[in-house]
């Protein structure tokens, strides 16, 4: 299959593949999306089984950044980009040094930021050979602790609906991916919020250091957590977890969580829906991050600003999850549509500008 047949193209505006062969890189750079202002979206580093996989996992990165930033009315586009882990040793900062110099190569279509596997000092070291890049330290820093706040007030919004109640004291939530950048945060405010956490991960020490802290069970098996029989499944981790392998194992009235493409396919969503599942669509959800980072990127930044647009961001998935109980549709297409027709209405005012 060539890249414009793959399923998950999506008439993307450009593709960068880069290599650096004294660093090892190998890196897919997406743009999916400049209707609204350049793209922006984080750089994945992961241990892909093949290139293919790679090209799967940024072109549907790529594409919910659009729809994520869209949604939370941000003056940005969409893209974002992997990098293949090389195996065995290599200079992490050589690597991302030889990253910046492809994302230059963009002139600025594409701004990155960390994402999983990769951290601000990472970007540190891209910042020396491009200026495209945010999520610094001196700047707004690790986005983490913004996203798991919006999660948070997502799981609220959520919980009004499939549980009846936003108040999350005494909900049993099986939360994967709990020692996560984001997880470990989120953990601690569902903690706070009374919560009955049972939690998974694959790096066990740090699993049992926030069980302990949190007063939560440990899930030995990560992959046990998909049969906990819960409230809430909370996916923070790698995407395409619901899937026809684990739909039927799962034991709850709500999925919510900061995983981002947490459907294997759209059809997901229905599967979802027919078995009374609530399902809060992971693009509208888990854009707090890149709200934060809007800080590097705008002088009117400021925490209360931050704060408004996650409440606004909380009142939007509310809307969604209405419309699809109202319209007995699943969530996730209720929100594909409302973000398709937001960028196609931004594509035409650019369009018009430029003439």
């Not at 743009?31 to 799967?56: D, K, L």
């Not at 970007?123 to 999520?135: C, I, K, L, N, Y």
């Not at 939360?175 to 998974?200: D, F, I, N, P």
Request: aromatic share 6%; with cysteine.
């Amino acid at each position: 299959m060539s890249l414009f047949e793959h399923t998950a193209f999506d008439n993307h505006e450009k593709v960068l593949f880069a290599t650096d062969p004294a660093t090892g890189l190998k890196a897919i750079l997406a743009v999916h999306s400049t209707a609204r202002g350049p793209a922006v979206g984080g750089c994945r580093m992961w241990s892909y089984p093949s290139s293919a996989e790679a090209v799967t996992d940024v072109l549907r990165l790529s594409q919910g950044m659009s729809y994520k930033n869209i949604m939370a009315d941000l003056p940005i586009g969409g893209g974002k980009s992997v990098i293949m882990r090389p195996e065995g040793d290599f200079d992490r900062e050589a690597l991302f040094e030889a990253f910046g110099r492809a994302l230059e190569s963009l002139n600025g279509q594409y701004i990155s930021a960390e994402d999983v596997g990769v951290s601000p000092d990472d970007m540190v070291a891209a910042r020396r050979t491009t200026r495209h890049v945010v999520g610094l330290p001196d700047g707004t820093g690790d986005p983490s602790p913004v996203t798991a706040k919006g999660v948070f007030m997502g799981i609220q919004a959520a919980a009004a609906r499939g549980l009846g109640s936003e108040d999350l004291n005494g909900v049993k939530i099986a939360v994967q991916g709990a020692t996560g950048h984001v997880g470990a945060y989120l953990c601690r405010h569902l903690a706070e919020a009374g919560a009955e956490l049972h939690l998974a991960d694959i790096r066990a020490a740090e699993l049992h250091a926030l069980a302990k802290e949190l007063g939560a069970t440990v899930v030995e098996d990560p992959n046990a957590i998909y049969d906990v029989d819960a409230d809430i499944f909370t996916p923070c981790a790698l995407g395409a977890i619901i899937n026809p392998e684990t739909i039927d194992r799962l034991k709850v009235k709500v999925v919510a969580g900061a995983a981002n493409n947490q459907l294997e396919t759209r059809d997901m969503g229905a599967e979802l829906q027919k078995r009374g599942i609530f399902y809060a669509p992971d693009y509208v959800i888990n854009a707090g991050g890149i709200i934060n980072v809007m800080g590097e990127l705008d002088a009117r930044f400021d925490a209360k600003w931050v704060e408004g647009k996650l409440v606004t961001l909380k009142a939007t998935l509310g809307e969604i999850m209405d419309t699809a109980a109202r319209e007995d549709r699943p969530a996730n297409i209720v929100a594909d549509e409302l973000a398709r027709q937001r960028l196609a209405d931004a594509a035409e005012q650019k369009a018009l500008a430029a003439e």
